[in-house]
């Protein structure tokens, strides 16, 4: 029993990045239709600027805060600079660019930082907690506490708030929503933002834990792509179901049947499930007009 | 009267005479061996890309996982020697037909997904492939990979009294393999099977309405851009005579689809164009040392928003509306 | 007058081409390495040695009277790219010798190529396939991975355990070590009880030390791989209150492992080469004079603390370098013969004594087992 637990617990502390990160994909998703593979970065550049701030002397909530924003800005420009020029491209076209994106800021954050590992402290020390004969970190609590309350700040956002449903408009038409008044330049920029700011605050809160490097950003990118896919693409509550799933497949692959094989357990049920639900567990189904 | 010459080249037949120029003539331009290298290279991508046209510019289906193709083409010219005696070409042949098989056995339920959710889908596919390759180490060689037995092509020439050198023999039979897959490409996008195919990509559903088999014809793409990227990984793994599982990666898709819609996913000549400028340019950017990640992105990104249609047909545009 | 004129300022042109000549004339060493991507902890160290080993040298005045050279490539560990440099700097650089490979891929994939244009070839790659069997115009420098598991075993032996519990990264690296061990283990008086593995990207492996944990029997574990991995795996032993020794490969020899890993650090052993813990030798110790040498040197002209991967480097150049005096040129064939009768060479690896037959060179002891005590290196007496 207590192994079960051991295998939820490691399943529940990769998840949680992985929600984190498919929720930064479901925003700009919802926003503009483009599946943003530069995501991945977001996390490594919330991760390491936070480490050389840290190290160049800020106090650890200070170098955090710097690095979201920093995060977030980088977003914004992204968007400005690149999808925002790029608009009515096709889907490979917008992929592609986004990839150039993604090596384009890793490239740089190769120059402008360093090759190797880094961390910093755990926000509240290393000492695990047992629970029924398992241990869990408390930064694995502070990553799911933080999933949660990005899921539900951005739950609130999207349904209550009339800059989220503005956000909801620009998606379904952007014609219709520049017509009843909406801002759509704003509200883009604003997604973009966000979404970096999701994907910063991840890297933030999985570093001590998952280590951080200027390549980090890759992997992450891949499995959070797949989760939010899983889960069903523009659907928030699909995010964070599908990384957690994700997690727990891996973490349940390993323990009971092949680590080998662990991260192909996650692919498999993943086109499982699209074999049989195309749009994913939540997503909504596609129209498509002539 | 006018002369016969005046009679404008049809698309296919200026596409196969640029490429056959291209590489009839590059040579004369080499300074070192070193260059026939980087061709081969250039038309083993392109033979790939030109698959991939198939797929993405005529049925206007996106892969993220082709790679796996190539990886198994590869794999098929390492173990076929090894474990099955048979010759190299013919396991080239071997791999061909097993991708075809896959893909035709995986495209079903695959090709029912669209735009994104079909992307992930191929990506996992590509995923899993090269995840058996590494992990399957008694039989591949894991990570670390595996040899792979000479093509014999060298030695049967010298047999009937030709000598060649290793590098230019490669450049001549690549540059050969890719004509063929090209005119075949192109017979393809002007035969009736051709332009059904094409129907799909600006609508599935109208297409359906006219009566064109939408899944079936979707499937053949996948199939066929399957077996164009099985045989270009067959010929990279036989002329490194090395094969890593890296072949297969998420990295080599990606990098196969870029320059398929780098130079114009819609043509045949523009994807091979991507293919030159993605091979080459890596050889010219070694110059930029620590830089080059930096200046390769922004190429890709500068290219894609200036010039989404690709690299050609901007050229083209362009060019047309400079002599009207 | 004009006929004069015309012949001494034809002398003066000849004199002045035969001059530019000999001064001019260059040895092109050529180098491709995983600068950047997953192995770059690897090949960034053995670029930055390179290039200080040759302004070191050419500052001296060259070897044999020429200066040195160096064309560097970034092949980024992938193969297929390694091979293509490979090709580049045999026919368009027209190098004398290579030093490269960081990674086992990509020195596999390269070797064809220079057994073809007969180049010699020094590999800074881990593997033992690399030079078994032996390959006429292939060498490396790092010790292999089963003289690791070796060194490890003989240690868990001397502690007078037996049962090991294995868990190993599924790179190249990691799966090439986890065969050694498992091949090398029953010679040694030990039992692998426990095998699991881990990708080279994973955050958490509590699953696979669960497992583990509970083999029947394990009195110690030993994690082969390198990267981010084996700072998980340290750390997560801890979190798991596993207090079994635990044995790291030479993959993770350097200080960053001890930052991330922590206090989880703690106790963890490791088979490595004297440099890392190069201040700590007794005077007596005859590699001190090389390891605290280059050390400083690495150390001054990076500021970044010194890496093993780096000296495996600095090893491949003094050999390369040596082998090119001693036969007096730098033509290719002349300079393979001199790097295989090198005999007592003192390397940061420890002393190589190369033959026809052992194109590495050297033996267990060039091996230290350390233990990191209080976040620093400690020698295992």
Not at chain 1, 201 to 214: F, N, V
Not at chain 2, 231 to 251: C, E, K, M, W
Not at chain 3, 285 to 313: C, I, L, M
């Amino acid at each position: 029993m207590s192994e079960l637990l051991q295998f939820t617990f490691s399943g529940l502390t990769v998840g949680a990045v992985y929600a984190l990160v498919a929720l930064g994909f479901t925003i700009i998703y919802n926003a503009s239709g483009v599946v943003n593979f530069a995501q991945g970065e977001f996390v490594m550049l919330g991760g390491m600027i936070t480490v050389f701030a840290h190290a160049a002397g800020a106090p650890l909530p200070a170098a955090a805060a710097l690095a979201v924003v920093a995060t977030a800005a980088v977003g914004i420009l992204l968007n400005k600079l690149a999808i925002e020029r790029a608009r009515g491209a096709s889907v490979v076209t917008l992929i592609i660019i986004t990839i150039g994106a993604s090596i384009f800021l890793r490239g740089a954050a190769q120059l402008g930082f360093d090759k190797q590992l880094h961390r910093f402290p755990s926000f509240s020390g290393d000492d695990p907690i047992a629970i029924g004969g398992a241990t869990i970190l408390p930064q694995s609590l502070w990553m799911l506490f933080g999933a949660a309350v990005v899921f539900a700040g951005l739950y609130l956002f999207f349904t209550r708030s009339l800059t989220g449903k503005a956000v909801l408009a620009t998606a379904n038409n952007k014609l219709a929503a520049q017509l009843v008044g909406i801002d759509t330049d704003f509200v883009m920029a604003l997604s973009f933002g966000l979404s970096a700011a999701i994907g910063a605050l991840a890297g933030i809160l999985a570093t001590p834990i998952t280590l951080t490097s200027y390549d980090a950003g890759t992997a992450l990118a891949l499995k959070g792509f797949a989760a939010a896919m899983l889960g069903g693409m523009g659907n928030p509550f699909g995010a964070l179901v599908g990384g957690l799933l994700v997690g727990l497949i891996e973490a349940m692959t390993a323990g009971y049947l092949s680590s080998d094989y662990k991260d192909a357990a996650a692919f498999v049920v993943i086109l499982a499930v699209l074999f049989a639900m195309p749009q994913g567990l939540f997503g909504k189904s596609a129209q498509e007009r002539v | 009267m006018r002369p016969i010459f005046a009679k404008p080249l049809s698309a296919r037949h200026a596409t196969l005479l640029a490429l056959l120029l291209l590489i009839a003539v590059a040579p004369a331009f080499f300074p070192s061996n070193f260059y026939y290298r980087v061709g081969t290279l250039i038309f083993i991508n392109g033979l790939a890309v030109t698959g991939l046209v198939v797929l993405i510019g005529y049925a206007g289906q996106i892969s993220l996982g082709h790679a796996g193709f190539a990886g198994l083409g590869a794999y098929a010219c390492a173990l076929g020697p090894v474990h099955l005696g048979l010759p190299p070409a013919l396991s080239l042949v071997l791999g061909a037909v097993l991708s075809g098989l896959l893909a035709w056995l995986v495209g079903r339920p695959i090709l029912r997904l669209k735009g994104h959710y079909l992307a992930i889908a191929t990506l996992g596919f590509g995923v899993l492939v090269s995840m058996v390759l590494a992990n399957e180490a008694w039989l591949t060689g894991g990570p670390d990979g595996m040899a792979v037995a000479d093509l014999g092509l060298r030695g049967l020439l010298k047999s009937a009294g030709i000598k060649v050198g290793n590098a230019e023999l490669w450049y001549w039979l690549a540059g050969l393999i890719l004509l063929a897959g090209a005119w075949l490409a192109l017979n393809l996008k002007d035969s009736p099977s051709g332009r059904a195919l094409r129907s799909l990509h600006d609508s599935e559903v109208a297409a359906r309405t006219v009566g064109v088999d939408v899944a079936g014809y979707k499937l053949s793409a996948f199939v066929i851009s399957a077996v164009y990227a099985s045989v270009s990984g067959s010929l990279l793994a036989l002329t490194n005579r090395f094969v890593t599982p890296d072949i297969a990666n998420f990295l080599h898709s990606i990098e196969l689809v870029t320059m398929t819609v780098l130079g114009g996913a819609g043509t045949v000549i523009g994807a091979v164009t991507g293919a030159l400028l993605l091979t080459a340019l890596p050889q010219v950017l070694t110059a930029l040392q620590e830089y080059e990640h930096i200046v390769f992105g922004l190429i890709m990104m500068l290219v894609m928003i200036f010039l989404p249609d690709g690299l050609l047909p901007s050229l083209h545009r362009l060019l047309r509306r400079r002599s009207s | 007058m004009k006929k004069s004129i015309l012949l001494s300022l034809t002398a003066a042109a000849a004199l002045a081409v035969g001059l530019a000549g000999p001064a001019d004339a260059e040895i092109k060493i050529g180098s491709t390495l995983a600068v950047t991507g997953g192995a770059s902890f690897l090949g960034d160290p053995e670029a930055k040695t390179l290039k200080m080993l040759v302004d070191q040298v050419n500052a001296a005045g060259g070897v044999n009277g020429e200066k040195l050279e160096l064309v560097q490539y970034d092949d980024g560990g992938n193969p297929n790219k390694a091979r293509t440099f490979a090709t580049r700097l045999v026919e368009d650089d027209e190098v004398v010798a290579v030093i490269g490979g960081s990674t086992t891929g990509a020195t596999m994939a390269m070797i064809p190529v220079f057994e073809e244009a007969k180049i010699p070839f020094i590999s800074l790659a881990g593997a033992v396939v690399i030079i078994d069997p032996v390959k006429k115009w292939v060498f490396k420098t790092p010790h292999t991975d089963r003289m690791a598991c070796g060194k490890i075993f003989e240690d868990i032996r001397k502690r007078g355990l037996s049962k090991v519990g294995l868990i190993s990264g599924t790179g190249g690296f990691g799966k090439s070590m986890r065969q050694q061990c498992l091949d090398v283990a029953g010679s040694a008086g030990v039992e692998i009880v426990a095998d699991e593995t881990y990708g080279p990207d994973d955050a958490d492996v509590t699953p696979q030390l669960t497992k583990i944990k509970n083999a029947p029997g394990v009195q110690a574990i030993l994690n082969a791989g390198f990267g981010q991995g084996p700072a998980i795996v340290t750390r997560n032993v801890r979190q798991l209150g596993i207090a079994l020794p635990l044995y790291q490969s030479h993959g993770v020899a350097s200080k960053s492992f001890i930052e991330l890993a922590g206090e989880a650090a703690e106790g963890v052993r490791l088979p490595a080469s004297a440099l890392l813990v190069a201040d700590k030798l007794p005077d007596s110790d005859p590699q001190k004079e090389v390891v605290v040498g280059y050390k400083a040197a690495y150390e001054k002209a990076t500021g970044q603390p010194v890496s093993t991967f780096g000296g495996h480097a600095y090893d491949a150049f003094q050999m390369l370098v040596a082998a090119m005096k001693k036969a007096g040129s730098a033509k290719p064939a002349a300079v393979r013969d001199a790097i295989e009768q090198t005999k007592g060479f003192m390397g940061t690896a420890g002393v190589v004594n190369m033959s026809a037959t052992d194109h590495l060179g050297l033996d267990l002891t060039a091996f230290r087992m350390l233990e990191i005590r209080k976040g620093d290196w400690a020698l295992v007496e």
